[in-house]
């Protein structure tokens, strides 16, 4: 049953890619039976369409459950189900429309929503663009005002299905206070930065920060106090990082961050940079406010949690060694004497 678990998972982690392969799916076992009844009937022309309308919903959602390229999926399922949905009013004529709520609402599940506007739109014009037309004035009122509302409510459901969505992305990976990546987003990003450099031999650099004596300012200045210098710590961090490094908050006042591809020069270059900037930088309501870092090289027996540990450590020894300072875990550097930035 591990394998149906991980189906579900992968749906649930990809709104888009669970629409396309629901959408597979029900078209399968929905559409298939009417090509069989259009091929016993004769009519051939309806009965490939739909044939084709099978295949092209059911290759997109293999092809995005291969390659997770699930917007791509999307655009193709929108684009060739509206041209196949157009095939089907030439082929059967009026009774061929009977498909497009179906299709109207489809596009918004699956696809970017300016373009299942644009297809809806093409489907709205499409019967009067068929020799047959529509046989009065008033149908043709009731097609395109009934259609305009199904389009209206599947822009309006998809826009509110995308913000919720992201509202809940945010919460879920960013830190309520300090908007930097949370702890769950280190945690998974961490283990995958050590197979990866693992893999192509590449140094890389953990560095762990926690603010010095922070209780202080909670105890003499309250809690709102002490959020706006965190606030103000993860500014400064955040400036003074380079694109590719990894900040995250993973717990109170402590702080991480992963430095991809760099070496152990790079390393005290740029924990060197940070410290000074804290101590220009950061003040609380009585004046400045320091902090500590720990840090460690990666090593090839390292798994995410011994070099977390190794780091976590570093940070240890430089605040047994006198606070505000670097330790970087490893050369013996962590004594009191020779602890980096000690002043
Ligand atoms: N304002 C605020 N305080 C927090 C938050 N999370 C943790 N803290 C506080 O951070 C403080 C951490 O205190 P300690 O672990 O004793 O560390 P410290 O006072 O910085 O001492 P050292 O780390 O040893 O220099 C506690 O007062 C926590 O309440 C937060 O989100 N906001």
Redesign the pocket.
């Known amino acids: 049953m591990g394998w149906l678990r991980n189906i579900f998972e992968k749906l649930r982690a990809d709104i888009r890619l669970a629409m396309i392969c629901l959408l597979g799916t029900l078209a399968t076992v929905t559409i298939l039976p009417f090509a069989v009844l259009r091929a016993v009937n004769g009519q051939w022309l309806a009965a490939v369409i739909d044939v084709l309308v099978v295949a092209v919903i059911a290759g997109s959602a293999l092809f995005a459950w291969h390659s997770g390229r699930t917007r791509l999926a999307g655009s193709i399922v929108v684009t060739l189900v509206t041209i196949g949905c157009v095939g089907i009013q030439v082929a059967l004529g009026l009774e061929g429309l009977l498909w497009v709520y179906t299709v109207m609402i489809a596009n918004f599940m699956i696809g970017p929503r300016l373009l299942a506007v644009a297809a809806n739109l093409a489907l709205m014009a499409s019967p009067f663009l068929l020799p047959a037309g529509f046989p009065a004035p008033d149908a043709q009122a009731t097609f395109l005002a009934t259609a305009a509302l199904v389009t209206l409510y599947g822009f309006i459901f998809s826009w509110l299905v995308a913000f919720h969505h992201s509202q809940m992305e945010a919460l879920a990976t960013r830190d309520a206070?300090t908007g930097t990546a949370n702890r769950r987003v280190m945690e998974a990003e961490v283990p995958d930065a050590v197979a990866s450099h693992h893999a192509r031999g590449l140094p890389a650099a953990l560095a762990v920060l926690?603010?010095?004596?922070?209780?202080?300012?909670?105890?003499e200045h309250?809690?709102?106090?002490?959020?706006?210098?965190?606030v103000a710590f993860a500014e400064i961090l955040r400036r003074n990082l380079r694109k590719s490094d990894r900040l995250y908050r993973f717990?109170?006042?402590e702080f991480a961050v992963l430095f991809p591809a760099t070496d152990r020069d790079g390393l005290e270059a740029a924990l060197g940079k940070l410290l000074e900037r804290i101590r220009e930088e950061l003040r609380g309501p009585s004046g400045p406010v320091r902090a500590?870092i720990g840090a460690a090289m990666l090593n090839p027996d390292d798994d995410w949690s011994s070099w977390m540990m190794r780091a976590d450590g570093a940070l240890y020894q430089a605040?047994r060694n006198g606070?505000d300072r670097i330790c970087i875990e490893g050369d013996g550097r962590c004594s009191p004497e020779r602890c980096a930035g000690a002043r």
């Open positions: 206070l926690d603010l010095d004596h922070f209780k202080l300012v909670n105890d309250g809690h709102d106090a002490g959020d706006r210098v965190l717990g109170g006042e500590s605040k606070r």
